[in-house]
């Protein structure tokens, strides 16, 4: 069985590609420009390793900050977006079992 994924309280990532930069750092605009006055740059995403600290903007750096987990662009986009996974497909209910049931017991 899968374990379960819970976004760690400090957490890094780092774009692998300018598509992924820029979703980052439409993520990190405003978190960043609340921290400080410069702004996070798609760039800025290829190049560091955005740092959030229990959802706090704490640093960009070049590397990895030793006490911070990376998460892959996936999980960024599932817990921290909370976008849902493209192989995610609801549940469908099927009640034919209950107008089975229903209809044995005669009820209406």
């Not at 774009?15 to 410069?38: C, G, M, Q, S």
């Not at 995403?45 to 959802?55: D, E, R, V």
Request: some cysteine; aromatic content about 14%; hydrophobic content about 40%.
């Amino acid at each position: 069985m899968k374990e379960e994924f819970i976004l760690p309280n400090k957490w890094c990532i780092k774009a692998k590609n300018k598509k992924e930069a820029k979703v980052i750092a439409n993520y990190a605009n405003p978190i960043n420009i609340a921290f400080d006055t410069n702004t996070w740059s798609n760039e800025d995403s290829l190049a560091f390793y955005l740092h959030i600290n229990q959802g706090v903007y704490h640093a960009g750096n070049r590397h990895k900050l030793s006490d911070f987990i990376e998460i892959d662009f996936d999980q960024f986009k599932q817990y921290v977006l909370n976008e849902l996974p493209l192989d995610f497909s609801p549940v469908v209910e099927n009640y034919d079992y209950m107008i089975k049931l229903l209809t044995k017991l005669d009820i209406r």
